[in-house]
């Protein structure tokens, strides 16, 4: 829906970009801007900008930008309506009536939905028919409190009970199919959770946006755990369970868990950092997550099998390029954290976590497994395996300690694993910049913001700088229009120049935020980056020679269909062009 001016200028004026995005990364103050590590991809190294200027914010690295709504809507995955209704809570500010957006109503019922359906599997765990659960949660040593505080329930094992109850309170069978609550089969909808011990899955704002279900039965066939499908509300990749209880732990660190169960445990043993990621392996999104909520460093508690032990590792690499710093725990004795409570107790738990090392030495302990690092075969194996690893290692400190520790592991010169790792160090820089020259010869990604781009590449850049002008200097509207013979070639450039012009057209200042109902996140990132590159800004000379270049290529395209033209059409053209010049 439309939103009026007044209401988003003054949600704009109580909701400063800086302010709001100091919440969730770290800003450096640089001249007039600031910046920090993009939350929306990982780098090592800040190329996220924000302008208080202009109250926008532009990654060089990904593309995101916007202003403090778009930064809303991406680091929070909500739509525009949502963005802006989490920025008036924010502010104490009311919202406008939104009764006709229909986005907004669908992400509602989902919410009441997942709320109703979570009510009803906590009431079924507790009666007759929920006693088999209520049994397993007692059996896994869950005190009553920690499963009330969790809101655990169970799911009858029968095909209809839930979707009948939510279809008396209202729901329509295609509302629940939407909220993943229904499966569907040959056109017959029926409970997507059976038989099945129910953990509710809440986002930071303490809304149940879907479930984890572990099965009762002893069918093998049956998936031991299955999750709720992505919906609108509920977006796997960017969530963790019980952060929402984590985020306020006192602890300066996160646990990391493979499972529901291990969490739950552990936060019934006090330690109320641990987290889990979602029936997926863990992403990048997750360590991005981890990486903006502040705590110093995460404790990586994975079962001690060899699944296990993968994914610490790639939780490593990933928390690595998210800049955060990761410590792995090594069990023995039990397969798990839940096991290894049960079994020795929460304070050698404790124990287990001030003891643990850090990812790197976690890392070349696995290189040497297998080694016999005493004979010459055994060493030059590992010594070729830990040069490949510690060329990747980008603190400069990190790589020399471990330099050290490898050479000491098979007592030859340091000096002579460090000049292995050097060359490898400059190999790999060598690959890296023939790739990205390769890309840039040779692009193989499409532009999905503005696909035309490729094809007229010159006309695209006039297109930028016009449209950065234009912004910039909203009174030369009408000299640029006059000067302007034709179109502009790419359709979504095209598009952001005749809104812009719009705006100026009825007494509007020039706004990144005006864009917003008009354009989605991803072109409102293209948006911030075209009008906040300062190249273009106030050069009047290169506006003429942007003007010239588009002009051109309409000649151009207009002498192209020219020949293709009947005698008639030829002079009903030759006419118009006449008639233009006038």
């Known amino acids: 829906m439309a939103l009026p001016e007044g209401f988003l200028q003054e949600l704009r004026d109580n909701n400063d970009i800086i302010s709001v995005a100091q919440s969730y990364v770290?800003?450096?103050?640089?001249?007039?801007?600031?910046?920090?590590?993009?939350?929306f991809h990982t780098e090592k190294t800040p190329s996220c900008h924000f302008y208080p200027q202009t109250q926008s914010f532009y990654c060089f690295g990904c593309g995101a930008g916007g202003d403090v709504v778009n930064f809303i809507r991406l680091i929070e995955s909500l739509d525009y309506i949502e963005a802006v209704r989490f920025l008036a809570q924010r502010a104490g500010m009311p919202m406008p009536e939104d009764a006709n957006d229909q986005s907004a109503q669908k992400r509602r019922r989902l919410y009441e939905m997942n709320r109703e359906a979570g009510k009803y599997f906590y009431k079924k765990l507790f009666s007759p028919e929920g006693k088999a659960g209520l049994d397993y949660l007692r059996d896994r040593g869950l005190s009553l409190d920690t499963i009330k505080r969790f809101g655990l329930g169970f799911a009858e094992d029968d095909y209809h009970k839930l979707h009948f109850y939510m279809k008396g309170l209202g729901f329509s069978d295609f509302e629940l199919a939407d909220a993943a609550l229904l499966a569907q089969n040959n056109n017959k909808m029926y409970d997507k959770f059976r038989n099945r011990v129910m953990f509710p899955i809440v986002d930071l704002r303490g809304n149940i946006v879907g479930f984890g279900g572990r099965t009762l039965s002893e069918d093998k066939k049956t998936p031991k755990y299955l999750n709720s499908d992505e919906t609108m509300v509920f977006k796997k990749r960017g969530m963790l369970f019980a952060l929402n209880y984590s985020k306020n732990s006192k602890a300066d660190y996160f646990i990391l868990c493979e499972g529901y169960m291990d969490v739950i445990s552990m936060h019934q043993a006090g330690f109320d950092?641990?987290?889990?990621?979602?029936?997926?392996?863990?992403?990048?999104?997750?360590?991005?997550?981890?990486?903006?909520?502040?705590?110093?460093?995460?404790?990586?508690?994975?079962?001690?099998?060899?699944?296990?032990?993968?994914?610490?590792?790639?939780?490593?690499?990933?928390?690595?390029?998210?800049?955060?710093?990761?410590?792995?725990?090594?069990?023995?004795?039990?397969?798990?954290?839940?096991?290894?409570?049960?079994?020795?107790?929460a304070d050698a738990f404790r124990s287990l976590i001030e003891n643990s090392g850090s990812a790197i030495s976690y890392e070349m302990d696995k290189l040497a497994n297998g080694l016999d690092l005493l004979t010459d075969d055994g060493k030059s194996a590992f010594i070729k395996k830990a040069v490949a690893f510690l060329a990747g290692i980008n603190n400069p400190l990190d790589r020399e300690v471990f330099i050290s520790r490898a050479a000491r592991m098979c007592d030859i010169p340091a000096d002579t694993v460090r000049r292995a790792v050097d060359s490898q160090i400059r190999k790999n820089g060598f690959y890296a910049k023939k790739r990205e020259t390769g890309e840039l010869i040779h692009p193989n990604k499409k532009d999905t913001v503005n696909p035309d781009a490729l094809k007229t590449p010159r006309e695209e850049k006039a297109e930028r700088g016009i449209i950065c002008f234009l912004f910039h200097n909203p009174e030369k509207l009408e000299s640029i229009e006059k000067r302007l013979s034709g179109g502009f070639a790419t359709e979504f450039n095209k598009n952001v120049y005749e809104f812009l012009a719009k705006q100026l057209k009825m007494g509007l200042s020039p706004d990144i935020s005006a864009f917003n109902e008009e354009f989605d996140s991803a072109q409102m990132g293209r948006i911030t980056g075209i009008v906040n590159d300062a190249a273009f800004a106030f050069d009047e000379a290169a506006l003429s020679d942007y003007i010239e270049v588009l002009n051109r290529f309409n000649e151009k395209k207009e002498q192209k269909q020219a020949e293709d033209m009947t005698l008639d059409e030829l002079l009903k053209f030759a006419a118009s062009q006449k008639e233009k010049k006038k």
Not at 26 to 39: A, I, N, Q, V
């Open 26 to 39: 770290e800003l450096k103050h640089s001249g007039s801007t600031y910046s920090c590590r993009c939350p």
């Open 273 to 345: 950092s641990a987290v889990a990621s979602l029936g997926t392996s863990f992403t990048s999104e997750q360590a991005n997550l981890i990486s903006r909520m502040g705590k110093k460093e995460v404790i990586l508690s994975y079962d001690s099998d060899e699944a296990g032990q993968k994914a610490a590792s790639r939780g490593i690499n990933l928390f690595a390029e998210a800049g955060v710093n990761a410590r792995v725990l090594k069990m023995e004795g039990a397969k798990d954290p839940d096991e290894y409570i049960k079994k020795f107790g």
